[in-house]
């Protein structure tokens, strides 16, 4: 598999210099302008190790249809994946896609997946984890899952804001404080999108978190407030018909409208091609 030097920039306040540093991986696949890597489950887990020993901030997004959608639409957000260090491909119909315009990712990397095989490797290596965001709940609950799977998890904290922190300065400063008081080696943000890649991206330099990751619902899954969907639709690609049987009131415009974008995305770069 190709790899390529990935140099990441960052630059903090006045007081903390800029920071350059370099860090091998996979080639990116261009996916509608947004550039993916294409790495496997366990390879995605090996890499998101290393970033969270390493000595600067680092930051990853965990990519479903949503996400390419609205990178697709609005110019305004694209820094937000620009800025991060390693994207995957979380949801079946963006591998299919990228298989379909021959630009080819190996498999799903699901965000949901990724929180449990990371907190199970933090505990064998040592690595120090907080949970910011979630439902009311959720976070406390599934710290506390967490811990009993893995009874040597330094798991230092959770923090959950009030739905709409982030247009209130005292309660943004609070929850920054939080993270910054736990300074941990991982920090998982279950803020939904765009919302904690906007966080994370303000923050990151600051906050004291080695690396940050975007996790969207996945406290509530693994608290299990929202059941998951069975293995065999999460490999079928069909995990968004159990979701919009939990949800419906709330995903059918996201599911059976909004997402329906990506089929057009995937025919008009297939014309482009072909003329």
């Not at 479903?64 to 639409?73: A, E, G, K, P, T």
């Not at 739905?163 to 736990?182: N, R």
């Not at 991982?186 to 939904?192: K, S």
């Not at 059941?227 to 709330?250: D, F, I, N, S, Y």
């Amino acid at each position: 598999m190709a790899t390529c030097e990935v140099t990441t920039i960052l630059e903090g306040p006045p007081s903390i210099p800029a920071v350059a540093k370099t860090l091998s991986l996979p080639t990116p696949v261009n996916l509608f302008g947004m550039m993916l890597h294409p790495v496997r489950f366990q390879e995605a887990v090996n890499i998101l190790m290393q970033m969270a020993k390493g000595d600067e901030p680092r930051y990853a997004v965990t990519a479903n249809v949503d996400h390419v959608i609205r990178f697709s639409r609005s110019p305004e957000v694209r820094p937000l994946y620009t800025a991060a260090d390693l994207i995957v491909a979380d949801g079946m119909p963006i591998v299919w896609a990228s298989r379909i315009l021959r630009t080819p990712l190996p498999e799903r990397v699901a965000g949901s997946d990724l929180l449990p095989a990371m907190c199970a490797a933090a505990a064998e290596q040592g690595l120090s984890v907080f949970l910011l965001g979630g439902a009311p709940g959720a976070a406390d609950d599934a710290a506390k899952v967490l811990k009993q799977r893995h009874p040597t998890l330094n798991l230092i904290g959770t923090y959950v804001p009030p739905y709409g922190f982030e247009k209130d300065a005292i309660e943004s400063a609070q929850a920054l404080q939080a993270v910054q008081a736990a300074s941990p080696d991982i920090l998982f943000v279950g803020l939904g999108s765009p919302k904690q890649e906007n966080w994370i991206v303000a923050n990151r330099a600051i906050c004291g978190a080695t690396l940050s990751v975007g996790v969207g619902i996945s406290f509530s899954f693994v608290a299990g407030h929202i059941a998951r969907a069975p293995k065999w639709m999460q490999k079928t690609g069909m995990e968004w018909v159990h979701r919009l049987w939990q949800e419906p009131g709330r995903l059918w415009k996201r599911y059976l409208i909004d997402d329906m974008a990506l089929v057009w995305l995937v025919l008009k770069r297939l014309f482009k091609k072909a003329t």
